[in-house]
């Protein structure tokens, strides 16, 4: 059983400080990996992804990978109060898993950013 | 370029009657997923297509089925509709490249109400 572990939160940060957002996972061979930001009521839209160990940066966002301690996260700098969303983790499989192209999705981290 | 294209957005639907729903990919997208999202819990998965076939499918009962047309779009029906069912469903597209390097996009949802 493939399994993406997120902390359900909620995480709240005052504005503009960095929100940290992480993630584990148990499938070692997986390849790549995925933050979507959901808004309630919304559907998920994609962030982000990253498929390398090492830090991945685009605007306020930076994802980290390191698949030795099979673990990702997402950083948010000079957080905003539109930031504030649930984040899902989505990893896809190794390819040992047979071809199953099927992402698996984490709960996701509540994140809270307050004025 | 147009996304992932859902309808209808909302539904309403009495317990025990059928539900279909419509999902038009990204151009160029060959796969086709499907998800369920019920209030406050996680995405589940449904269904796969790709290139016209179901590929693989959730541990959901046999009332929840779909195919994919040659265009690519594709519908996911529920049969023998249950209280339960009411939820979130996402279509998601993606263009499968191998090695795991897919990457899914979703459409705006469409919320099926049973009552």
């Known amino acids: 059983q493939k399994e993406v572990e997120q902390n359900s939160g909620p995480l709240s940060v005052p504005e503009g400080a960095i929100a940290s957002l992480n993630c584990t996972y148990s499938?070692?061979?997986?390849?790549?990996f995925f933050w979507y930001r959901q808004y309630s009521g919304k559907s998920p839209e994609l962030i982000m992804f990253?498929?390398?160990?090492g830090d991945k940066e685009d605007g306020r966002f930076t994802a980290q990978l390191n698949k030795a301690s099979q673990y990702v996260s997402l950083l948010i700098r000079d957080s905003q109060p539109s930031d504030s969303a649930t984040y899902l983790c989505?990893?896809?499989?190794?390819?040992?898993?047979?071809?199953?192209?099927?992402?698996?999705f984490g709960r996701g981290t509540s994140l809270i950013v307050h004025p | 370029e147009a996304g992932v294209t859902q309808s209808p957005t909302h539904l309403i639907k009495t317990r025990g009657q059928q539900a279909t729903l419509r999902c038009s990919p990204i151009?160029?997208?060959?796969?086709v997923y499907w998800y369920q999202q019920a209030l406050g819990l996680g995405l589940q998965f449904l269904l796969w297509?790709?290139?016209?076939?179901?590929?693989n499918r959730g541990n959901f009962p046999p009332r929840f089925s779909g195919r994919q047309f040659p265009n690519y779009s594709s519908e996911l029906n529920v049969n023998a509709l249950e209280l339960e069912d009411s939820a979130l469903y996402l279509c998601?597209?993606?263009?499968?490249?191998?090695?795991?390097?897919?990457?899914?996009?979703f459409g705006e949802g469409s919320w099926l109400t049973v009552v």
């Open positions: 998601a597209s993606s263009l499968v490249l191998g090695s795991g390097g897919n990457t899914i996009y």
């Open positions: 499938d070692r061979g997986s390849q790549s």
């Open positions: 990253i498929y390398s160990n």
């Open positions: 989505a990893v896809n499989p190794s390819a040992a898993s047979g071809g199953s192209y099927i992402p698996t």
């Open positions: 151009s160029g997208h060959t796969s």
């Open positions: 297509y790709d290139e016209g076939e179901e590929r």
